[in-house]
């Protein structure tokens, strides 16, 4: 079983290779509409990339459900950006496992306001 709250304290830290180690060699994530990463080396490196445009992130969970080997969460995502100020998101992550490490990955939320 994955410890999602881990998971979650290691993005809200900005450690891409600890959320990176939640998949499998060669597991998928999609966020929002970008390319899917594939393989974990993609994860941690995509990862990376989406951290360097902003100061920081906080998840808040609304929701949790549990179907064979989806997993879905519903949350709140704050995030801090590179000009000082915050805006919060909704959002809704799928997660398809394999045993105790992800297979698949997708987060739905409209990043824009983070640029805006």
């Given at each position: 079983?994955?410890?999602?709250?881990?998971?979650?304290?290691?993005?809200?830290?900005?450690?891409?290779?600890?959320?990176?180690?939640a998949?499998?060699?060669?597991?998928?994530?999609?966020?929002?509409?970008?390319?899917?990463?594939?393989?974990?080396?993609?994860?941690?490196?995509?990862?990376?990339?989406?951290?360097?445009?902003?100061?920081?992130l906080?998840?808040?969970?609304?929701?949790?459900?549990?179907?064979?080997?989806?997993?879905?969460?519903?949350f709140?995502?704050?995030?801090?950006?590179?000009?000082?100020?915050?805006?919060?998101i909704?959002?809704?992550?799928?997660?398809?496992?394999?045993?105790?490490?992800?297979?698949?990955?997708?987060?739905?939320?409209?990043?824009?306001?983070?640029?805006?």
């Amino acid at each position: 079983m994955i410890d999602w709250k881990r998971v979650y304290q290691d993005v809200d830290r900005m450690d891409a290779k600890a959320f990176a180690s939640a998949f499998t060699e060669e597991g998928k994530m999609t966020f929002g509409n970008m390319p899917t990463l594939v393989g974990r080396t993609a994860v941690e490196q995509g990862t990376v990339g989406f951290y360097k445009t902003i100061k920081g992130l906080h998840h808040e969970f609304v929701g949790t459900w549990e179907h064979g080997d989806t997993v879905v969460h519903e949350f709140r995502t704050t995030y801090h950006r590179l000009d000082g100020k915050s805006v919060t998101i909704p959002a809704v992550t799928i997660f398809r496992l394999q045993g105790s490490k992800i297979r698949d990955g997708r987060v739905f939320y409209d990043p824009s306001p983070i640029y805006a």
